[in-house]
T-cell receptor, first 112, second 114 residues
Framework: GNSVTQMEGPVTLSEEAFLTINCTYTATGYPSLFWYVQYPGEGLQLLLKATKADDKGSNKGFEATYRKETTSFHLEKGSVQVSDSAVYFCALGRGSQGNLIFGKGTKLSVKP | DAEITQSPRHKITETGRQVTLACHQT?????MFWYRQDLGHGLRLIHY???????NKGEVSDGYSVSRSNTEDLPLTLESAASSQTSVYFCASSQSGAKVDTQYFGPGTRLTVL
C-alpha cells in the first residue's frame, strides 16, 4: 500500500544551521509529493510540492527534490531561523484522488 | 479572500453526548476532508467527500459521521462522544482535477471529552 516515512524528531538546531528532514515513500505509479508546515496553534499549510520525478519544489528558502530512483523527497534549508520552528509533514497523493497520505511529522526547534 | 473556517475552536463535552464540529470553505472546492491529530499518530483521515451527497470513510471513521448537503460545508458529528475522541480536529479542502491538488486546512478544533 501507499505510505510515507519521515525521520523522527524532535530535531533541535542552532540558528543558521543546515536542515535536512528525510522523507521516503512507497507508492505505485507517479505520486505527487508535498511538504506541509504546522506552526504552533495553527493548521497545516503547504510549504512546497513536486508533481513529477526530478522536479524541485522550493519556498521560503526550503527545497525538496522528487527522487524516483530512491523514492525520496527530503526537505532541506541552508540556514534555519528561529521562526522556522514548527512541525513538518511529508505527504503523497496519487492520481486524481483527493486524498493525501501524511507522514507522522517532524518537530523542529531552532535555538537563537 | 477565500478561506476555510472551523467552529468551535475549543469544545469540552461529556462522554455519551452528541457533538457536531462545523467546517465551512469559500474556495468552492469539490473535495473536503476531516482529520484528527494525535501525538505519535500524525494526521489520520476520518471521513472525506468528493462532492455534494458524496461521503466516504477514512482510516478512523468509527464513531464519526458526516453529510454533505452543499459545496461549502462538511459538518463532522460524533454520535456518542468517548474519551478516546479527545483530539485536535482539522478540516481541509482541495480542488478536484486530473492530479491530486493542494489541500487547504482550517485552524483546527480542540475537543476534550470528559
Amino acid at each position: 500500500g501507499n505510505s510515507v516515512t519521515q525521520m523522527e524528531g524532535p530535531v533541535t538546531l542552532s540558528e543558521e544551521a543546515f536542515l535536512t528532514i528525510n522523507c521516503t515513500y512507497t507508492a505505485t505509479g507517479y505520486p505527487s509529493l508535498f511538504w506541509y508546515v504546522q506552526y504552533p496553534g495553527e493548521g497545516l499549510q503547504l510549504l512546497l510540492k513536486a508533481t513529477k520525478a526530478d522536479d524541485k519544489g522550493s519556498n521560503k528558502g526550503f527545497e525538496a527534490t522528487y527522487r524516483k530512483e530512491t523514492t525520496s523527497f527530503h526537505l532541506e534549508k541552508g540556514s534555519v531561523q528561529v521562526s522556522d520552528s514548527a512541525v513538518y509533514f511529508c505527504a503523497l497523493g496519487r492520481g486524481s484522488q483527493g486524498n493525501l497520505i501524511f507522514g507522522k511529522g517532524t518537530k523542529l526547534s531552532v535555538k537563537p | 479572500d477565500a478561506e476555510i473556517t472551523q467552529s468551535p475552536r475549543h469544545k469540552i463535552t461529556e462522554t455519551g453526548r452528541q457533538v457536531t464540529l462545523a467546517c465551512h470553505q469559500t474556495w468552492n472546492h469539490n473535495n473536503m476532508f476531516w482529520y484528527r491529530q494525535d501525538l505519535g499518530h500524525g494526521l489520520r483521515l476520518i471521513h472525506y467527500s468528493y462532492g455534494v451527497q458524496d461521503t466516504n470513510k477514512g482510516e478512523v471513521s468509527d464513531g464519526y459521521s458526516v453529510s454533505r448537503s452543499n459545496t461549502e460545508d462538511l459538518p463532522l458529528t460524533l454520535e456518542s462522544a468517548a474519551s478516546s475522541q479527545t483530539s485536535v480536529y482539522f478540516c481541509a479542502s482541495s480542488q478536484s482535477g486530473a492530479k491530486v491538488d493542494t489541500q487547504y486546512f482550517g485552524p483546527g478544533t480542540r475537543l476534550t471529552v470528559l
